[in-house]
């Protein structure tokens, strides 16, 4: 099973502030309550997290949120390799 992206773990937070649900921390019980509260329709899925985002985005909260795209494996890109890499596409 692959592990979720940073992204994906915001679209579930959003999805479950959305059902009034809170992650999978509790009991077995309330595991399975929250999965049942999901929606079978993808459409509506996209819904409640589209309507949640817009309320949460005007928060500080979000405001304060930063996301990191980084995959493990992906090659290390620092400033100087950068900064190198900008100046040889600009010389002839």
Not at 47 to 56: A, D, Q, R, S
Not at 73 to 90: F, K, N
């Amino acid at each position: 099973m692959k592990e979720l992206t940073e992204i994906e773990h915001f679209a579930l937070e959003m999805l479950f502030r959305a059902l009034g649900a809170k992650p999978f921390n509790g009991s077995f019980e309330d595991m399975l309550h929250t999965i049942e509260l999901i929606p079978r329709s993808p459409k509506q899925v996209h819904y409640l997290i589209t309507e949640e985002l817009k309320v949460y985005a005007r928060t500080e909260e979000f405001k304060r949120r930063e996301f990191c795209r980084f995959k493990t494996g992906h090659p290390r890109r620092d400033s100087a390799s950068q900064a190198t890499d900008a100046r040889s596409r600009a010389s002839p």
